[in-house]
């Protein structure tokens, strides 16, 4: 199956709809009345689907096992058709419209097989996706135009005695949301630390390294005092990510603010932990730039 490991949970929602085709006004004035031989059409059909959806990924090789939080099945009767709209929820990781779908196939067969004895034309017509929600389709966001800053915050990689990979890690993820991305490197020190903010002149300013517990991380420190406003929810977010996928993550004081407009993150010094924090936050932190007041519009 597709590796989702690296997704956000979201509210996924999506409605599948079906058609099943019958062939005289008395098949559907059966169903209404209740008198089909095998029984109530619609009730034994609604529980076919509750089944079919939760079994989806039993059927489907590659579709994950996930929460169904929420399945709700309608029929509409309209001339000698009867419409079947399935809806499905679950907050998760990966959407939910193959069982919305999946749930649609087995009320439309279920209704088949109920009624082939009283109605030998009967039919099952289209079955499709009518509408989808809470994945990367549904929270959009432009980074045109925006630029960034990638500070990498260690002593021993600004002494040329070790390699930066988090950094260049940082560039690459912006990149690949259309950010314009420069780095440069620094030592932990305070005064260096607060410099590369102040003179910034960039979108975002991402620092890497100096978030943990050792006598020289002291990003966190320096950086808050210079924010205009901490952005409280973000920090949250990356930590809660980190710590479902490493229990070291709760030692990190990871930051985010705004500065003079600007986005201000400091994340891990680790590869591994500053991706985790990038995946945990883009490309929806930068809804952001909306709200700043002149800063971008919608």
Do not use: W
Not at 42 to 61: D, I, R, S, W, Y
Not at 122 to 147: C, P
Not at 201 to 214: C, F, R, W
């Amino acid at each position: 199956m597709v590796d989702i490991t690296h997704k956000i949970t979201t509210l996924r929602e999506a409605t599948a709809v079906a058609v099943v085709r019958t062939s005289s006004e008395e098949t559907i004035q059966r169903i209404k009345e209740n008198k089909v031989p095998k029984g109530n059409v619609f009730e034994m059909a609604k529980a076919a689907g509750f089944l079919g959806v939760k079994k989806t990924p039993e059927l489907l090789p590659d579709c994950h096992p996930l929460p169904i939080e929420y399945t709700g099945i309608e029929y509409e009767i309209d001339g000698l058709e009867i419409k079947i709209s399935v809806c499905v929820k679950t907050i998760y990781k990966t959407g939910v419209e193959v069982e919305a779908m999946h749930g649609a196939s087995i009320v439309a067969l279920t209704m088949y097989d109920m009624l082939k004895p009283i109605d030998k034309n009967i039919e099952i017509g289209s079955i499709r996706l009518q509408n989808k929600k809470g994945g990367k389709s549904s929270f959009k966001v432009d980074a045109e135009g925006l630029s960034a800053q990638v500070v990498v915050c260690s002593d021993t990689i600004s002494k040329g005695m070790g390699e930066d990979k988090a950094g260049k890690m940082i560039v690459l993820k912006l990149e690949a949301l259309g950010i314009k991305a420069e780095k440069i490197i620094i030592p932990d020190e305070a005064e260096e630390i607060r410099s590369a903010l102040n003179n910034a002149d960039s979108d975002l300013i991402i620092y890497t390294g100096g978030t943990g517990v050792g006598p020289r991380d002291v990003t966190p420190e320096t950086i808050e005092p210079l924010l205009d406003l901490k952005l409280k929810g973000v920090e949250e977010q990356m930590r809660s990510y980190g710590q479902q996928r490493m229990p070291y993550a709760m030692l990190s004081r990871s930051i985010a603010g705004i500065k003079d407009g600007k986005l201000v993150l400091a994340l891990p010094g680790s590869t591994k932990g500053a991706a985790e924090c990038m995946d945990a936050i883009f490309p929806h932190v930068l809804h952001v730039f909306k709200v700043i007041t002149g800063k971008r519009h919608d």
